[in-house]
């Protein structure tokens, strides 16, 4: 069965930094690219980052560039992402999706069950 | 605002057929990229429901079936049950933006 389950959310003021973490297990995380999803309380899901299966490629939505660092160590099959500067508007819950590509897009097939983040003072 | 865009809320009684929109635009789905849609129920995380437009995981019921045309996709549940109550996302990807682009969510209702 594949899980993932995420941990390191928390309450962190703005200008604050937090490192989440995602163990995977049930599958072969070295073949999968990595995704972090977010959702802000009673909105709709926003893409993070994504990381190829071995970490060679990352890329990110624009208003977390240069703030927000994804990582993955696959002997440890585990995913990180690191968060640095953080503002209020980053508060969500953050959840770990693994990523299926395909010529034409792709899709998030496994989810966490989500960490939730709360950046206020 | 979401790229895709969704109705906040959709509702039906059992047993009732819904659909869900989602519209986008050239540089999403009419510029070929797929569409997929997401189901989460309350306090849960979202799960795969529809992915390649209208293609089924394992364990899926046929109850559930997704298509798309043009600049629009959307998903059509059959049999409306009550465990169908849930938000409903649907999912692309953004050549312009160089994205992964979701709609901002719809509400079922189940009455």
Known sequence: EVQLVESGGGLVQPGGSLRLSCAASGFTFSNYWMSWVRQAPGKGLEWVANIKKDGSEKYYVDSVKGRFTISRDNAKNSLYLQMNSLRAEDTAVYYCASKTTVTTGGYFDYWGQGTLVTVSS | ?111
Not at chain 2, 20 to 27: A, D, K, L, N, R
Not at chain 2, 28 to 46: C, F, K, M, R, S
Not at chain 2, 55 to 74: C, E, I, L, Q
Request: one cysteine or more; charged letters at 15%; a negative charge.
């Open chain 2, 1 to 111: 605002q979401s790229v895709l865009t969704q109705p906040p809320s959709v509702s039906g009684a059992p047993g009732q057929r819904v659909t869900i929109s989602c519209t986008g635009g050239s540089s999403n789905i009419g510029a070929g990229y797929d569409v997929h849609w997401y189901q989460q129920l309350p306090e849960t995380a979202p799960k795969l429901l529809i992915y390649g437009n209208s293609n089924r995981p394992s364990g899926v019921p046929d109850r559930f079936s997704g298509s798309k045309s043009g600049t629009s996709a959307s998903l059509a549940i059959t049999g409306l049950q009550a465990e169908d109550e849930a938000d409903y996302h649907c999912q692309s990807y953004d050549s312009s933006l160089g994205d992964f682009v979701f709609g901002g969510g719809t509400k079922l209702t189940v009455l």
